[in-house]
């Protein structure tokens, strides 16, 4: 059974670096496209980007210039920097997987979500 | 940036009525990207849908998917109990940045 478990701190300061992990268990990451989405009462979910199993990345252009996605096949992680964070970035942050066929990159697995406050 | 709206924003429906919820898109996305979500308090989303019509595995009959282009339907027939919660549609396509629907509640 493959499992998603996000994974960092819970509280961040104010102009700082937001720092997650996904760890995947039960499957490797090959074939598939791996997602960070965050949810908060303001904004909704929202899609921040993916990375593939390759390494390849695209980012939701709200978050571009503050993003960055990497990935660990060998450690069968993922990871999200969210650089220069302000309060507007609290929410609950989840990964999930997406099939690399087109007609099937919905979000088929997910994250329990982490919730990241952002506070001094 | 493609743009989906729901409606409504909350059904206030009984146990064994019929939920129909409504997904607008701002530009056409065709009908192979469009999925819907179920979320329930505390849990992630649960794709019930996708390609707009396809039942995801495990996914009961009573939820059905319709719609193409720039309309899209989720109905919920019969609903049960454990139907009463937040359903998000969500585009994927290839017209990058993907996006959700702002959500509609289903509620006793």
């Known amino acids: 059974q493959v499992q998603l478990q996000e994974s960092g701190p819970g509280l961040v300061k104010p102009s700082e670096t937001l720092s997650l992990s996904c760890s995947v268990s039960?499957?490797?990451?090959?074939?598939?496209?791996w997602n960070w989405i965050r949810q908060s009462p303001e904004k909704g979910l929202e899609w921040i980007g993916y990375?593939?199993?390759?390494?390849?990345?695209h980012y939701n252009p709200s978050f571009e210039s503050r993003v960055t996605i990497s990935i660990d096949t060998s450690k069968k992680e993922f990871s999200l920097r969210l650089t220069s964070v302000t309060a507007a970035d609290t929410a609950v942050y989840y990964c999930?997987?997406?099939?690399?066929?087109?007609?099937?990159?919905?979000?088929?697995?997910w994250g329990r979500g982490t919730p990241v406050i952002i506070s001094s | 940036e493609i743009v989906l709206t729901q409606s409504p924003d909350t059904l206030s429906l009984s146990p064994g009525e019929t939920a129909t919820l409504s997904c607008r898109a701002s530009?056409?996305?065709?009908?192979?990207?469009l999925a819907w979500y179920q979320q329930k308090p505390g849990q992630a989303p649960r794709v019930l849908i996708f390609?707009?019509?396809n039942r995801a595995t495990g996914i009961p009959d009573r939820f059905s998917g319709s719609g193409s282009e720039t309309d899209f339907t989720l109905t919920i027939s019969r609903l049960e109990p454990e139907d009463f919660a937040v359903y998000y549609c969500?585009?994927?396509?290839?017209?990058?940045?993907?996006?959700f629907g702002q959500g509609t509640k289903v509620e006793v």
């Open positions: 969500h585009y994927y396509g290839s017209s990058l940045p993907w996006t």
């Open positions: 530009q056409r996305v065709g009908s192979s990207f």
């Open positions: 390609g707009a019509s």
């Open positions: 039960g499957d490797s990451l090959n074939d598939y496209y």
């Open positions: 990375v593939f199993y390759t390494g390849t990345t």
């Open positions: 999930a997987r997406a099939e690399w066929e087109p007609r099937r990159r919905y979000f088929d697995l």
